[in-house]
């Protein structure tokens, strides 16, 4: 298994720097329109969707909408952010009632719909953030990475209180606590380098803290569905990894946040 970890490693990684840094405008575009669409797939199968052919049907669904989005210009536009935003406040509802609530999400059609306002402002939130260049963009893929490392590190060395036990029994609010000082310091250091002032860093350190929490709860919201379906990962897109969602399930909700608050507030 570790070795198929690092061989499936050792190209993803060079691949995912190359289309999230190296392409801009409909490039760009298109690598991560075609990122969202394989996680659409899983999620077909996360919504009870389980034959491969009949997935495409909704990955069809969601690539027209794109198609819409990006002809129209709302591929850049605030809308989509504000429709992930208020589906988050609907996901945080339903994982912090896990399994109470779980008749109010169970259906297909339903699942499905959460997929739609998970992932299409995920799409349009990458887009945005590398309109206006690589920087923020950057800062926030260091952001969900360095919340991950912190709660692993932190979780596992104090974790006593379980932070969500019935949707993912190994998350601590110690853990959350690591993530969110690990990307405090990173808030920090952008601001520094960005010459954000103090007021302005003050506004990142803010929107830092939220945007961690947010992604807390993208890693949940995936844990939830898996849970209910009864399977260990979105696919095996990724041999040793997983499938695309159980990589991205964090930037899902962190993503649209951090575009929508950067163009409010940064």
Known sequence: MLRQ??????WL????????????????????????????WEWANLAGITSP???????????VLMALCWASGAVLAAWPLWLGALGWLANLYWVTGYPARLAQWRST???????????????????????????W?????????????????????????????????????????GGLAVTALLAVGFATWQGLGVAGGLVL????????LASVLGDLLE????????IKDSSQLLPGHGGVLDRVDSLTAAVPLFALLHGGLL
């Open 53 to 63: 052919g009949r997935r495409l049907l909704p990955v069809a669904g969601l690539a």
């Open 5 to 10: 970890r690092i061989l499936t490693a050792a």
């Open 137 to 177: 963009l950057l800062f926030v893929l260091l952001l969900v990475w360095g919340a991950d490392i912190g709660a692993y590190f932190v979780g596992r060395a104090l974790g006593r209180h379980k932070l969500a036990p019935s949707v993912s029994p190994g998350k601590t609010w110690e853990g959350v606590a």
């Open 205 to 212: 350190l803010l929107a830092t803290a939220v945007v961690t």
């Open 223 to 230: 844990s939830m569905l898996k849970r209910h379906r009864g």
């Open 13 to 40: 990684v060079p691949l995912a720097l190359f289309g999230l840094f190296g392409l801009e405008g409909e490039g760009f575009r298109l690598f991560t329109a075609a990122i969202v669409l394989l996680a659409a």
């Open 109 to 135: 059609g339903m699942r499905l719909a959460m997929g739609l306002w998970v992932l299409l402002p995920t799409w349009v939130g990458f887009s945005v953030l590398r309109e206006g260049g690589a920087v």
